[in-house]
T-cell receptor, first 112, second 115 residues
Framework: EAQVTQNPRYLITVTGKKLTVTCSQN?????MSWYRQDPGLGLRQIYYSMNVEVTDKGDVPEGYKVSRKEKRNFPLILESPSPNQTSLYFCASSSIVGDTQYFGPGTRLTVL | AQSVTQLDSQVPVFEEAPVELRCNYS??????LFWYVQYPNQGLQLLLK??????LVKGINGFEAEFNKSQTSFHLRKPSVHISDTAEYFCAVSDGPGGYQKVTFGIGTKLQVIP
């Protein structure tokens, strides 16, 4: 089954404790992206990647890092989380040929 | 820079009535436009997209949208809604097909279908 998986689905952590949210897709897609969703603000793009070792900033990259060492994985790293990063995070992927963007189920992060 | 404006944050509509969800965009480059739907407690799912060609785009679940370049709009329509259409709808603009590069979403419109 074609899918994008994210782990963990729910996470409660404390300020400053480094964390990683994993994202993996099994569709051999070149393009992957991270978004955060906040009430009243919709989805905002954090980072995206056009292919392995190619990443670029979206609209709200501050406080986040990403890496793309393998085509299927695109982890989101919060080196020192802060309460304003409490949000619902989505990973997505699509083929470079251009078509549907597939979204993961979301990760709800709470930073205390 | 690109931006998306969804003019209505909430739209209540009676079952079997028509609905239009409005979306206006701005972009300095060629645009590719998308509508996504998010059902409660779920991820986003593509409803339809405009990349090029015919300005009237048909999507899943009976939805369609019309690209209007002069009015910079991409409004979503359905002639008769069902209870199952209750969800949040997001308009998005990208500078590449399939959301290659930067993708900007609107703040979303919550469609509430009233029985």
């Amino acid at each position: 089954e074609a899918q994008v998986t994210q782990n963990p689905r729910y996470l409660i952590t404390v300020t400053g404790k480094k964390l990683t949210v994993t994202c993996s897709q099994n569709m051999n897609h070149e393009y992957m992206s991270w978004y955060r969703q906040d009430p009243g603000l919709g989805l905002r793009q954090i980072y995206y990647s056009m292919n392995v070792e190619v990443t670029d900033k979206g609209d709200v990259p501050e406080g986040y890092k990403v890496s793309r060492k393998e085509k299927r994985n695109f982890p989101l790293i919060l080196e020192s989380p802060s309460p304003n990063q409490t949000s619902l995070y989505f990973c997505a992927s699509s083929s470079i040929v251009g078509d549907t963007q597939y979204f993961g189920p979301g990760t709800r992060l709470t930073v205390l | 820079a690109q931006s998306v404006t969804q003019l209505d944050s909430q739209v209540p509509v009676f079952e079997e009535a028509p609905v239009e969800l409005r979306c206006n965009y701005s972009s300095s480059v060629s645009v590719y436009l998308f509508w996504y739907v998010q059902y409660p407690n779920q991820g986003l799912q593509l409803l339809l997209k405009y990349l090029s060609g015919s300005t009237l785009v048909k999507g899943i679940n009976g939805f369609e949208a019309e690209f209007n370049k002069s009015q910079t709009s991409f409004h979503l329509r359905k002639p008769s809604v069902h209870i199952s259409d209750t969800a949040e709808y997001f308009c998005a603009v990208s500078d590449g097909p399939g959301g290659y590069q930067k993708v900007t979403f609107g703040i979303g419109t919550k469609l509430q279908v009233i029985p």
